[in-house]
């Protein structure tokens, strides 16, 4: 009987170190580049999103004709929702922080809001 209950005891902990391995190991859906589109009262913005990991965390930057820079860094990512990547940036052109979230919608693709009003698409390049 104590056999039994050792052996049960050990496959859990197989169980829960492999699992636990698995989600370290697991990629974050947004890593890469996104060629994005933001439909605005003034014109849709285009822009590439590019996120990346460097020691465990999410880095980012957008780059676009539009914005006025060549390359802003995106601030306060979040990625708490498995499908969801939300972030903050500064442009010089608007004079402040703007928002942006995307969700996933199939692989390659998203969609989400600049400001929580403006629509957003993004594919994967």
């Given at each position: 009987?104590?056999?039994?209950?050792?052996?049960?005891v050990?496959?859990?902990?197989?169980?829960?170190v492999?699992n636990?391995?698995?989600a370290?190991d697991?990629k974050?859906?947004?890593?890469g580049?996104?060629a994005?589109?933001?439909?605005?009262?003034?014109?849709?913005?285009?822009m590439?999103?590019?996120?990346?990991?460097k020691d465990?965390q999410i880095?980012?930057?957008?780059?676009g004709?539009?914005l006025g820079?060549d390359k802003?860094?995106?601030?306060e990512?979040?990625?708490?929702?498995?499908d969801e990547?939300s972030?903050t940036f500064?442009?010089?052109?608007?004079?402040?922080?703007?928002?942006?979230?995307?969700?996933l919608?199939?692989?390659?693709a998203a969609?989400?809001?600049?400001?929580g009003?403006?629509p957003?698409e993004?594919?994967r390049?």
């Open positions: 009987m104590k056999k039994l209950a050792f052996m049960m050990c496959m859990m902990a197989m169980l829960f492999s636990n391995t698995y370290q697991k974050n859906p947004f890593i580049t996104w994005a589109t933001a439909s605005t009262p003034i014109g849709e913005t285009e590439n999103i590019i996120f990346e990991e465990g880095t980012g930057y957008i780059t004709e539009g820079e802003i860094t995106c601030d990512i979040n990625t708490e929702k498995a990547i972030f500064f442009t010089a052109t608007a004079g402040m922080n703007i928002d942006m979230y995307l969700t919608d199939g692989e390659n969609k989400g809001a600049l400001m009003q403006f957003v993004a594919k390049k």
